[in-house]
């Protein structure tokens, strides 16, 4: 009878065999649909990450000079958008991607641009999954896991980056699969940095890229003897270098990025980490984890930190499977990185095959099913959908201390939105003197030359320089006298010494209050425009009685200097219009009212915030309570214990013995 039955009932082995199969197909399928949520719940995450109002102070000289290119169909060459450095050689390496974000902008608004920012972004993640699947034939939820840590630590500018990001994955598929036997793939090669070449300055990271392979290619023809096989490679390199040839600059802009490159260079002016540009700090630096006295831990850079590690990681686990091109490129990119944070993309973009397939399992466990355990994609698709309410709520932004807002428009707290108003409505918008991050919005928003923009390429080093010598208070009254200027709109938190100035010159009047800037016009200018009256208690800054004031400050010194988990759900909150205003009207000569908004930060404070009761504590000594600063500078000290309040407490009392005196 038993040799009727079915091999596996007749025979336990089989019967075993059966099930081990069952099982492993099982944790297969589970492992596919684990990954693929994951990778569609982060991907969602990025989205809602992506979606929020525009802060990039370079979005404003992009469409200015997208708008330029469209009315006069042909490329700037000459500056025309900065006065002081006016009929400089203007190099606009990214005019093609300017003229598509103008006409973007011109049929959609912000919101047109924000989306086609998120979906080339996610286009670049994308190609980067098909490489990853192309070379493993699967992807693991180790490409969700970098994803994730991607997304919320990519800062989400609308800036040409995105682009070179597309065309990087582009260049390196193309170089992939002629490695992998595809000799047509290669072909793609000169098209594809033609066009890299006029979107983006940085089109040399292509280069780069390729120089790396032929390098290996090389190295092998060498290594057997068969030199004929670089012939297909070396002409195709050769023409592809040639494409990046085919702008409107011709050699200069092969040179260009040689040029850039210097400029941004160790011991440069524009990475002095006194004064030069956040973006091309390392990424190593533990400073922007600080915001005055208190932590900031969920900012970018634990995010880039994270990256790293977890792309070394991927690439131990890989060790043995690495080819040598794969290494070269991990030393080119981290070197980019570790040179300046703003190429944490392109790093990400280049490793991220190698490190997610190390991440997500050994290849030949995981094709048994052992090597990937099924609860990583479930796991990190729940945690995706968990962060939403943060984001959406702006807890996710409160934490890391960034003043991020989930929308479409211009961010009033990163650019002068409500200056840019006025000024726009004005017949003569006047001659301008501003910060460099509201250059690029202010000129676009007036359609006028402005004192300075983010475009280092055309100010250089010699006018940034100047501009940065601002910051001292004689030298900003000497600038604004020979500049001539009309108007000037004072981001009045970062730039102490302009306000001080402004508000002491009687030629110049205050016409415009934000809690972020304020505006003023030189005397005579836009006369049909009248200064703003003087601050009323009520109306312009809170009725504090005075018997409340014991009770704010007894409850502010206690709460806990930590943040915590409470930044996670909102529990929370800096009132940022409260402690700016307090900070504008200290440089003022109404005390009042600075000291009435620093007595409402404190009271809405969820938090310690030493820089609120530093304005505080001048806010009372200024105003002659010298009780109170007292107190304050002893809560200061007992709360704050570092050698910055100790500075703080004997400048207030060397003021006080010398008024004194």
């Known amino acids: 009878m038993s040799e009727l039955l079915p091999s596996s009932l007749g025979n336990p082995d089989a019967k075993e065999e059966i099930d081990v199969r069952a099982n492993v197909k099982s944790r297969q399928m589970h492992r596919k649909i684990g990954c693929f949520a994951a990778i569609f719940c982060v991907t969602a995450l990025g ?14 000289f992009h469409l200015n000079s997208g708008r330029w290119i469209a009315e006069h169909h042909q490329v700037p060459r000459i500056e025309t958008f900065v006065e002081p450095v006016a009929g400089r ?38 190609l980067a999954g098909w490489r990853i699947y192309r070379s493993q034939r699967r992807i693991t ?7 994730f840590v991607f997304f919320l630590g990519n800062e989400w500018e609308l800036r040409p980056h995105v682009c070179s990001w597309v065309l990087l994955n582009l260049v390196l598929l193309s170089l992939e699969e002629f490695d992998r036997g595809n000799q047509r793939a290669i072909w793609a090669l ?31 023809a060498g290594r057997r003897n068969q030199w004929t096989a670089l012939r297909l490679p070396a002409g195709i390199a050769v023409a592809a270098v040639a494409a990046c040839c085919v702008t409107p600059f011709g050699f200069d802009g092969l040179a260009f990025p040689f040029e850039q490159f210097r400029m941004i260079s160790v011991g440069n002016i524009f990475n002095d980490p006194k004064g030069g540009i956040t973006e091309f700090f390392s990424p190593l630096r533990l400073d922007r984890f600080w915001v005055g006295d208190h932590a900031r831990f969920l900012s970018p850079n634990l995010f880039w930190l994270v990256t790293i590690i977890l792309v070394l990681w991927g690439y131990v686990a890989y060790f043995r499977r690495v080819l040598l091109v794969e290494w070269l490129l991990l030393v080119a990119f981290g070197y980019l990185l570790v040179t300046a944070n703003k190429n944490y993309g392109y790093f990400v973009m280049a490793v991220l095959p190698v490190a997610s397939t190390g991440i997500g399992g050994r290849p030949n466990l995981a094709a048994a099913g052992v090597g990937s355990w099924p609860g990583w994609g479930y796991g990190l698709a729940i945690l995706s959908l968990s962060c939403f309410p943060a984001v959406i709520s702006g807890a996710l932004y409160a934490a890391a201390c960034a003043p991020y807002v989930l929308g479409n428009g211009f961010s009033r707290q990163h650019l002068p939105v ?12 006047g001659r301008g003197f501003n910060v460099l991050g509201h250059g690029g919005y202010l000129g676009f928003i007036t359609r006028r030359p402005m004192f300075v923009d983010g475009r280092l390429e055309v100010i250089k080093a010699d006018h940034y320089g100047r501009y940065r010598a601002t910051m001292d208070a004689e030298t900003f009254a000497r600038e604004l006298t020979s500049y001539h200027a009309d108007w000037v709109v004072v981001p009045f938190n970062d730039f102490p010494s302009w306000q001080e100035g402004l508000a002491r010159r009687p030629e110049w009047r205050l016409v415009q209050l934000t809690e972020f800037n304020a505006l003023y016009f030189r005397r005579g200018f836009a006369s049909e425009i009248p200064a703003l009256p003087k601050p009323v208690r009520g109306r312009d800054y809170p009725d504090v009685p005075q018997e409340t004031i014991h009770g704010i400050l007894a409850g502010a010194e206690a709460r806990s200097t930590r943040t915590g988990l409470g930044l996670l759900n909102g529990r929370i909150g800096r009132p940022i219009k409260a402690s700016q205003l307090s900070v504008f009207y200290l440089r003022t000569p109404y005390v009042d009212a600075a000291l009435a908004w620093a007595l409402e930060s404190l009271k809405e404070s969820t938090y310690f915030a030493p820089d609120i ?24 000290r007992v709360k704050v214990p570092s050698r910055r309040t100790e500075m703080f407490v004997q400048t207030i009392v060397g003021n006080r013995n010398t008024r004194r005196r």
């Open 47 to 60: 989205v809602s990450l992506g979606y929020r109002e525009i802060t990039s102070p370079d979005v404003g």
């Open 89 to 126: 050689a203007y190099t606009d390496m990214q005019w093609l991607y300017q003229w598509v974000l103008w006409h973007i902008f011109q049929a959609g608004g912000t919101f047109g641009i924000i989306v086609g920012n998120i979906a080339a972004t996610i286009l670049a993640c994308a």
């Open 141 to 147: 939820a180790g490409f969700a896991l970098l994803l």
């Open 190 to 220: 000169p098209p594809i940095m033609f066009l890299w070449a006029n979107c983006h300055s940085l089109y040399i990271i292509g280069i780069v890229v390729l120089g790396c392979y032929f390098a290996v290619w090389t190295w092998e």
């Open 418 to 429: 409500e200056a840019g108003q006025l000024l726009s409505g004005l017949k003569d918008s």
């Open 613 to 636: 009761w530093i304005s505080a504590t001048c806010a009372f000594e200024w105003s002659g309570d010298t009780a109170n600063a007292d107190r304050c500078l002893s809560v200061l």
